[in-house]
């Protein structure tokens, strides 16, 4: 019979299930997400960095997990090369599993990498009161086992997840200087779609004597504001020419060497389904999120302006300049379990990048 584990929560709540991962105790924010699908991609997404996952859908499990097949370099069905969550909570759980990809369980798979899991928790009620009360600490306990509660947004959760040293991608035509804050996989294979050859960076890597045609700044955790240095670097490249795109916490990073601020939301956008549209207009758009702050729209220079926006809270989807090729979406287009139908903006920043070399 699978072990007994203890959620406890920051208030004191506590939920009493059974574990199906790596039997430890471990701490960390405790966030749901809204997708029926998509659990080896999210697990291993590193925005998700710190956190203890809850997925609002009940079968959680039930087609197993994929291999570790590498493409080019890149993983072929993961978003990082290992679960960068803290834990799993779920309602339900099943080892026997069934999928044309799958080589193991996700219980085996978490074990694989020392990640806890909680099955027999009322999801449900956990979601409404994260919602009610907002993202919490969290944490996960085994018998007398315990340990404090941690707030991964007091650390630098961005210098944890970023590649240690440069790589490279393609031999496209185009030039693009990738700044790693926690990039999934996707943008990648995105981006390689297009005549491009991609340099990817550490975050706080100085690019400013850099060669290249465009600077795309990817997702990643925590707390924005945490990455001067990447600010600081951000900041001299709008005094060029040169396209800019970011995503999710790039989105962040532009908005702030720009000058504006952001702000932690109560309890993020984690999920699919998260309706944004073209301000002023009637063109909505179903995107994937995976977000804990948000820009201050209010706190936009002049010469930017909201790109999107969320149809749900109103709060900002995606800033661009007014007059320079600079843009950001706050939700991801790479999203593959989600629609697709924003994967044009990897294509819009590519012909940004051919405009500004004709125009050089």
């Known amino acids: 019979m699978d072990k007994e584990a203890i959620l406890i929560l920051e208030d004191g709540t506590r939920y009493v299930g059974r574990s199906f991962g790596y039997e430890k105790p471990v701490s960390g924010e405790l966030v749901f997400y809204t997708a029926m699908t998509g659990y080896p991609e999210s697990l ?18 039930n087609y197993g997990v994929p291999g570790d097949e590498v493409v080019n370099g890149i993983s072929r069905f993961f978003e990082s090369d290992r679960i960068q969550c803290s834990a799993l909570v779920i309602a339900s759980y099943t080892a026997e ?3 044309w990809d799958s080589e193991r369980s996700l219980g085996d798979w978490l074990k694989q990498w020392q990640v806890p899991g909680i099955y027999g928790i009322d999801t449900r009620a ?50 693009v200087l990738m700044v790693d804050c926690g990039m999934k996989n996707n943008i990648l294979r995105c981006l390689l779609d297009y005549d491009v050859t991609i340099k990817r960076v ?40 040169r396209p800019i795109m970011g995503i999710c916490l790039g989105n962040q990073l532009l908005a702030l060497a720009a000058g504006a601020k952001t702000y932690k939301l109560k309890y993020g956008h984690r999920g699919h389904n998260q309706t944004v549209r073209v301000p002023g207009t009637h063109k909505c758009y179903v995107t994937s999120q995976n ?70």
């Open 97 to 99: 599993y069934s999928h």
């Open 202 to 241: 550490p975050w706080d890597y100085d690019f400013t004597n850099e060669d290249y045609d465009g600077l795309f700044i990817s997702n990643g955790p925590g707390d924005p504001a945490m990455c001067t240095k990447t600010i600081e670097h951000i900041r001299k490249a709008l005094t060029q020419d």
């Open 44 to 61: 291993t997404d590193p925005s998700y960095k710190g956190q203890i996952l809850v997925p609002t859908f009940p079968l959680i499990g």
């Open 291 to 360: 977000h804990g702050f948000a820009i201050d729209d209010n706190t936009l220079p002049s010469d930017w302006e909201r790109m999107f926006e969320n149809l749900n809270d109103g709060t900002n989807e995606g800033i661009r300049h007014r007059s320079k090729p600079f843009f950001s979406t706050q939700f991801h287009p790479e999203a593959s379990s989600g629609p697709t139908d924003t994967g044009n903006l990897f294509g819009m920043f590519v012909e940004n990048i051919k405009t500004y070399l004709k125009e050089k």
């Open 126 to 175: 956990l979601t409404k009161r994260l919602r009610e009360k907002g993202a919490m600490l969290g944490k996960i306990v085994f018998g007398d086992e315990d340990v404090p509660f941690y707030d991964p947004n007091k650390d630098n959760l961005v210098a944890q997840v970023s590649c240690p040293e440069i790589k490279h991608y393609g031999n496209g035509k185009y030039k």
